[in-house]
């Protein structure tokens, strides 16, 4: 288990790569590039999901199901989207295998050609927007909010369990509206949503801003996203929300009639996280023991392990727990008593804290003696002996406790790794460490890409709340009125 | 709306499809054979997949995802399963698509070429299996009780919404077990869970049998089936559970060692249900108005209509509802409030009922001076005035009756469309008119091939209640233990 586990210090790619693998979330498929979730990962999801899923609806969205195929024509109808997608596609070109006329197995059958080759979503704004052509006469009709959760594809080179696969899960939002005014603040709700979820949910903080141009979602006109700070000081695009302009409405010739009678294009967003999240989840929390979890996605809540070494031990901790677990469930927590008598408690200990358990709660026949239980809290690794009495109403705030503790861990880990930068010298000296860097830049393109090709380092946002600050580009001293912030990132 | 339904008696394929199209429920996409599932369809789908997930979770199993690919030579490593799935698998072939050297949008890359083609999953027990194999070593790892919710592809050249398109949405359990028993009684446990979520919250009836070997899943030693009625007459079959034997261990060697030490291959199942349900359940119920739906996965399940002329009316109106509708809400019922002053409640009214609302309730001025209000069911089209005073306590059992009402209703229809046939005159004649037949049958291959052949009627399933009973294959006059259900389906 931990044993397993290469500490941070050493290596952080390695200790992330362990971690996953021994406690168990996710793992490389046969085919290249996807990933297994395995049960507890996905279970995390599945948390993720729900409570992502509420505060859509509770925003007004609902939720639909476009095919998972993409004609490829379609690619073709908006110039960047292409563009930006193109190279990544997997392609679905035959419909039916055949029996090797050599015995060997089955072959692709050549007479089951497609006419056109249809791609396998790497996202859905072409297929929707064809479909919202249909669905859209009038202003009556808007807005059209809906989500869909669903499986795409990006053909990558070079993948990491969660954090670029090229098979992912993820939900994305595909509004439709009747104005740019609305179309925008749109965007930016969701962009909050998001924002709130990350840190109120996951515990991690982030950062709200806009893309620059080069690192803009393909087809839209302003791309706002929430960032993010794992522990190795780089960066981490937790969930973006685009604004779309009327470039897909103009595309696929998607109008309607506003209330003075003329016809116009419809206005555009689209927004999505993905599996990726649990990716950032790991990296912004866990340790060298394993997996942190904050109370809110953790499938385990509370842990309690029997102590014993006789059967009459045993069943008399039994009596005591199974009325302290009855109220936890009774309070909605999610408790699972370890009473498997193949492992023994230290064991048990490890595993729970590999696997990311927030609260873990010992008792054995001296407890039993005095009224006590060992409480451990996962996130700061303290342990206190208390009374059992009244012990389980204290539970919910102990993991709110927990919640809050993690996020704040977090916070402090971002503030003391974020710095400002006002020449070269101090800007590259402050990525060899790691961090966030708001510099100053010149709002060029090219300079971007240069700063990137000489460090790796990429204008991660134009953060939403930097204040105008008149200065010089750290690299080409031209002037700047606003740092936004750089940073190497996942 | 109601009107632009063909009605049943008229023709019932139509007015399947018809409904499927007014009520919003799914249509066709650009790409043949996939569907768009609209938001009220996949509102319907949502509840079921809430019910659904619940009850594998409480009997113990938990959620994964596997990759949408299956690479080509997985599919061959179990023969039967080969047989069954190759002719309808699209196939990805290619990864990148690069700009077309004459200028015309995108092309295939053919320098991206894959070394092995990969098949978008039809189902998902290879790539699963393939997997297993290094999670199980031991007696301890068993069961694996995993399930997945999942889209597949299986390439149709015939397709209809829900019943049978290119792309569905699922589930599929797939367990492996230490003991033939124990997956036999996996198997059996699945097929009770399906009849009692088709019966309890679709107010499907059904009838749990076992297929013949020629209707058999391709891999499994035994499916276990649960069938239903539609209002044709058909039948639809709208759940499946295998027993696997040890062929896919044995086909992608995963075996465990057991108590004793020994090396034994391991026991396996697989049970799914899709969105074919969403199908089932328009069949079973609705009429030519429109959607019947059980009010358990109704996302309205009730709506209140202001009837008034004057603005003060509404206002008077409006007091009274919120009160009511909190109340409602309190309680868990999911009920809106249409006061949308830009159409007639006369189009409300017919609105609502062609999308299956259980229960409206219309409040005008006169019913404010008396107290009272009308409620109409959707099932039974029954209306009645009633007291306002304590209707907000009552609804859930109205609700429930409704529920209880819909479920006899298509038990009752069943019953009158269920017949014994023993002469090939009867069961022809029978045919015609539509129904299940309880006909004897010699038990072979070629009896059961050759009556499809002259009549189309398949044997959906050898009851698991049917009483032994002897008699003569209505096809052939051989000797037969017992009755099995003939029937033509979907």
Same mark, same amino acid.
């Given at each position: 288990m931990a044993e397993k586990i290469t500490p941070r210090e050493k290596d952080y790619s390695e200790w992330y790569n362990d971690l996953v693998k021994e406690a168990q979330l996710a793992e490389h498929s046969a085919v290249k590039g996807c990933m297994v979730i395995r049960p507890l990962g996905y279970a995390i999801w599945e948390f993720m999901q729900a409570d992502l899923d509420r505060r859509f609806k509770e925003t007004g969205h609902v939720n639909a199901y476009f095919p998972l195929f993409v004609p490829k024509s379609f690619l073709?109808?908006?110039?960047? &989207?292409? $563009?930006?997608?193109?190279?990544?596609?997997?392609?679905?070109? &035959?419909? +039916?295998?055949?029996?090797? @006329?050599?015995?060997? #197995?089955?072959?692709?059958? @050549?007479?089951?050609?497609?006419?056109?080759?249809?791609?396998? %979503?790497?996202?859905?704004?072409?297929?929707i927007w064809n479909t919202y052509r249909n669905w859209i006469q009038s202003y009556r009709d808007l807005p059209l909010l809906i989500n869909q959760w669903a499986n795409v594809v990006r053909w990558e080179m070079r993948t990491r369990l969660f954090l670029r696969t090229t098979e992912f899960l993820w939900q994305e939002g595909h509004t439709a509206h009747a104005t740019k005014q609305e179309a925008e603040e749109e965007t930016k709700r969701m962009l909050d949503v998001y924002a709130d979820f990350a840190e109120k949910v996951?515990?991690? @903080?982030?950062?709200?801003? *806009?893309?620059?141009?080069?690192? +803009?979602f393909a087809g839209a006109e302003e791309t706002y996203c929430i960032e993010a700070m794992m522990q190795d000081g780089k960066a981490?695009?937790? #969930?973006?929300?685009?604004?779309?302009?009327?470039?897909?409405?103009?595309?696929?010739?998607?109008?309607?009639?506003?209330?003075?009678?003329? +016809? $116009?294009?419809?206005?555009?967003t689209s927004w999505g996280v993905s599996t990726r999240l649990i990716g950032a989840l790991i990296m912004a929390h866990s340790d060298d023991d394993g997996l942190i979890l904050p109370p809110a996605v953790a499938p385990t809540q509370v842990v309690v392990v029997p102590i014993y070494r006789k059967d009459e031990e045993l069943e008399k901790i039994n009596a005591v727990v199974h009325d302290f677990v009855a109220k936890l469930k009774g309070s909605g927590i999610r408790v699972k008593y370890d009473d498997d008598d193949t492992k023994k408690p230290g064991w048990k200990f490890a595993e729970h804290?590999?696997?990311?358990?927030?609260? %873990?709660?010992?008792? #054995?026949? %001296?407890?039993?003696?005095?009224?006590?239980?060992? *409480?451990?809290? %996962?996130?700061?690794?303290?342990?206190?002996?208390?009374?059992i009495d009244g012990l389980a109403e204290k539970i919910p705030a102990l993991l709110e406790q927990i919640q809050q503790g993690i996020y704040l861990k977090a916070l402090k880990f971002r503030e003391e790794h974020t710095f400002n930068a006002d020449t070269w010298e101090e800007f590259t000296s402050i990525l060899d460490k790691g961090g966030f860097i708001l510099a100053h830049w010149d709002g060029t393109s090219e300079t971007e890409l240069k700063i990137k090709e000489e460090t790796k380092a990429t204008i991660r946002c134009i953060p939403l709340n930097a204040p105008n600050e008149e200065g010089k580009c750290i690299y080409s001293g031209k002037p700047s009125i606003r740092r936004v912030i750089f940073a190497k990132a996942y």
């Amino acid at each position: 288990m931990a044993e397993k586990i290469t500490p941070r210090e050493k290596d952080y790619s390695e200790w992330y790569n362990d971690l996953v693998k021994e406690a168990q979330l996710a793992e490389h498929s046969a085919v290249k590039g996807c990933m297994v979730i395995r049960p507890l990962g996905y279970a995390i999801w599945e948390f993720m999901q729900a409570d992502l899923d509420r505060r859509f609806k509770e925003t007004g969205h609902v939720n639909a199901y476009f095919p998972l195929f993409v004609p490829k024509s379609f690619l073709s109808k908006e110039a960047a &989207h292409v $563009e930006g997608f193109a190279k990544e596609c997997a392609v679905v070109t &035959h419909y +039916r295998l055949k029996n090797d @006329p050599n015995g060997k #197995g089955v072959i692709v059958d @050549p007479d089951a050609k497609l006419d056109e080759e249809l791609i396998i %979503r790497p996202t859905s704004e072409t297929i929707i927007w064809n479909t919202y052509r249909n669905w859209i006469q009038s202003y009556r009709d808007l807005p059209l909010l809906i989500n869909q959760w669903a499986n795409v594809v990006r053909w990558e080179m070079r993948t990491r369990l969660f954090l670029r696969t090229t098979e992912f899960l993820w939900q994305e939002g595909h509004t439709a509206h009747a104005t740019k005014q609305e179309a925008e603040e749109e965007t930016k709700r969701m962009l909050d949503v998001y924002a709130d979820f990350a840190e109120k949910v996951l515990c991690i @903080p982030v950062i709200k801003g *806009i893309k620059t141009a080069n690192e +803009r979602f393909a087809g839209a006109e302003e791309t706002y996203c929430i960032e993010a700070m794992m522990q190795d000081g780089k960066a981490l695009q937790a #969930g973006t929300s685009h604004f779309l302009g009327q470039n897909f409405a103009k595309a696929f010739d998607v109008t309607f009639l506003d209330k003075t009678g003329t +016809r $116009e294009h419809v206005w555009a967003t689209s927004w999505g996280v993905s599996t990726r999240l649990i990716g950032a989840l790991i990296m912004a929390h866990s340790d060298d023991d394993g997996l942190i979890l904050p109370p809110a996605v953790a499938p385990t809540q509370v842990v309690v392990v029997p102590i014993y070494r006789k059967d009459e031990e045993l069943e008399k901790i039994n009596a005591v727990v199974h009325d302290f677990v009855a109220k936890l469930k009774g309070s909605g927590i999610r408790v699972k008593y370890d009473d498997d008598d193949t492992k023994k408690p230290g064991w048990k200990f490890a595993e729970h804290e590999l696997k990311g358990v927030p609260l %873990r709660i010992a008792i #054995g026949p %001296r407890d039993l003696e005095n009224g006590t239980v060992e *409480i451990a809290f %996962r996130d700061t690794k303290m342990k206190q002996v208390v009374g059992i009495d009244g012990l389980a109403e204290k539970i919910p705030a102990l993991l709110e406790q927990i919640q809050q503790g993690i996020y704040l861990k977090a916070l402090k880990f971002r503030e003391e790794h974020t710095f400002n930068a006002d020449t070269w010298e101090e800007f590259t000296s402050i990525l060899d460490k790691g961090g966030f860097i708001l510099a100053h830049w010149d709002g060029t393109s090219e300079t971007e890409l240069k700063i990137k090709e000489e460090t790796k380092a990429t204008i991660r946002c134009i953060p939403l709340n930097a204040p105008n600050e008149e200065g010089k580009c750290i690299y080409s001293g031209k002037p700047s009125i606003r740092r936004v912030i750089f940073a190497k990132a996942y």
